[in-house]
């Protein structure tokens, strides 16, 4: 799935660049930084975030897309070094998603780290951390797929 093997350089491109969520799907606000095994992306949860509770703030399982958008960026990143376009990619399932709470509260920012620890044939496995000045407070396995084919490929204005 992602084959570099130095890290990419510190100025990331802006994140609608790396993946292909637009609009109040696009959950993650960047990529801080990216190499050939790990990304850190960053969120800053506000009244405005999609999926926000008044009083409340983002129920804490949407870290579960947290940490997919962040895989998609990594991998979007990956890609654009390489002269492609970010690809559309597939959430396979979770294991162990673990959370010591409910809520991300307003004004929080989050650090979601991602770690490949398995590639092979458009599959890749990633051990995922969510934390928030430097406190875990989420962690999961993220099981992901990218046709390398192109079969699933979708138009620009379709993601």
């Known amino acids: 799935m992602m084959t570099n093997t130095h890290s990419l350089p510190s100025d990331m491109a802006p994140v609608e660049e790396l993946v292909r969520h637009r609009g109040q799907m696009l959950l993650i606000d960047r990529l801080i930084e990216a190499s050939a095994s790990h990304a850190v992306g960053e969120v800053t949860i506000t009244p405005g975030s999609s999926f926000f509770r008044a009083g409340r ?21 990956q890609r654009l070094e390489s002269g492609e376009p970010p ?8 294991r162990r998603y673990a959370s010591k709470v409910k809520y991300f509260l ?10 490949m620890v398995f590639s092979e044939g458009g599959m890749a496995s990633f051990e995922c951390v969510i934390s928030s000045f430097g406190e875990e407070l989420v962690t999961a396995s993220l099981n992901v797929y990218r046709p390398e084919n192109g079969e699933f490929a979708l138009p620009e204005n379709d993601a």
């Open 106 to 115: 307003a004004d929080t920012r989050l650090s979601v780290h991602v770690t």
């Open 57 to 77: 703030g983002v129920p804490a399982y949407a870290g579960l897309e947290y940490m997919a958008q962040t895989v998609a960026a990594f991998d979007g990143a």
């Open 87 to 94: 690809a559309i990619g597939f959430l396979l399932g979770t």
